[in-house]
């Protein structure tokens, strides 16, 4: 069927078993290459977000290669009426919409070479279902965008999310902890406000999502996985800003940093994904890279475009 992107996107439901909340289902978007040459792209989405970036889709379609967005559990168009928005308890829920989603693309559509790109929190779950397949050959390119890594928050937060994690997980999913909503980066990004972009405000809200314990805890045992080292037996691409910015509120330079994560984080961490990691810090950079100005978003295709044309 069409997808609300219009009528070059196709949308496909992905059933997936009932959870603790009840029914759930995933939404894979295809874009399809004009000329495919067996290539194809997967793409996940970070917190409060879903898949729109149809820029980054046509980018990768204009070189023969499919493109493929999927709206995890409980965001976007995966969202069902009953489910609390973006609740998980263990990141490794994602799991089997992301091995359904590599089955349809290599088995159904027959692509023989699969680069899994994500960003944000869709990067740390992308580095640990990539760890858990290694060997199999499932995807052959790992490219991350911001990847969630670390909490950006002082020491002495990270220790107290580190020491209460496991309260905090025994908490009822609907217990929000009271961080407060930042509009910097989501009033940065939209057109409405001060940014160049459209997309659906119910889907991804200018002030984000809340953040409930059980969820933070479920992070927080993922970053703790991943620092302790993973075996990611493809290349991998690594992209991050050049500067981190803490801001509650917009403020112009908002549009030319980090405002959610820490690049020094990412940086550290990256190369405790596997043995063969490249890390590009990107000047002018936003935390959705390829949101970033022109010139930022620019180097980031020609950044990924190059190192892709080097690891097959």
């Given at each position: 069927m069409h997808d609300v992107l219009g009528p070059d996107y196709e949308l496909t439901v992905l059933p997936m078993p009932d959870d603790y909340e009840g029914e759930v289902v995933a939404s894979l978007v295809r874009r399809r290459a004009a000329d495919p040459a067996g290539r194809a792209v997967l793409y996940l989405h970070g917190f409060t977000d879903y898949f729109f970036q149809t820029h980054l889709a046509e980018h990768f379609a204009a070189q023969g290669i499919d493109f493929y967005g999927l709206d995890l559990r409980k965001y976007g168009r995966s969202l069902l009426p009953h489910q609390t928005r973006g609740f998980v308890r263990s990141v490794t829920e994602y799991f089997p919409e992301i091995d359904e989603?590599?089955?349809?693309?290599?088995?159904?559509?027959?692509?023989e070479e699969v680069i899994l790109n994500?960003?944000?929190?869709?990067g740390l779950v992308a580095a640990l279902w990539a760890d858990r397949v290694r060997g199999r050959g499932l995807v052959q390119n790992l490219v991350l965008n911001s990847p969630f890594l670390d909490l950006n928050v002082p020491g002495?937060?990270?220790?107290?999310?580190?020491?209460?994690h496991l309260p905090l997980s025994r908490l009822p999913a609907r217990a929000v902890l009271p961080l407060g909503l930042s509009t910097a980066y989501g009033t940065s990004l939209h057109r409405d406000h001060h940014g160049e972009w459209e997309f659906d405000l119910e889907w991804k809200p200018v002030g984000g999502f809340p953040v409930h314990a059980a969820w933070l805890a479920a992070i927080r045992r993922a970053q703790r996985r991943l620092h302790g080292g993973l075996r990611?037996?493809?290349?991998?691409?690594?992209?991050?800003a050049e500067k981190g910015l803490r801001l509650r509120d917009f403020a112009p330079e908002a549009q030319g940093a980090d405002t959610v994560l820490d690049p020094e984080q990412i940086a550290r961490w990256s190369t405790r994904i596997g043995g063969h990691v490249t890390c590009v810090r990107v000047p002018g950079g936003m935390h959705d890279l390829v949101l970033s100005?022109?010139?930022a978003r620019e180097r980031v295709f020609a950044e990924m475009d190059r190192w892709l044309a080097c690891y097959r």
């Open positions: 989603a590599v089955r349809i693309i290599r088995a159904e559509h027959g692509h994500a960003h944000s929190t869709g002495h937060l990270r220790l107290a999310a580190d020491v209460l990611v037996d493809v290349p991998v691409l690594v992209l991050c100005p022109a010139p």
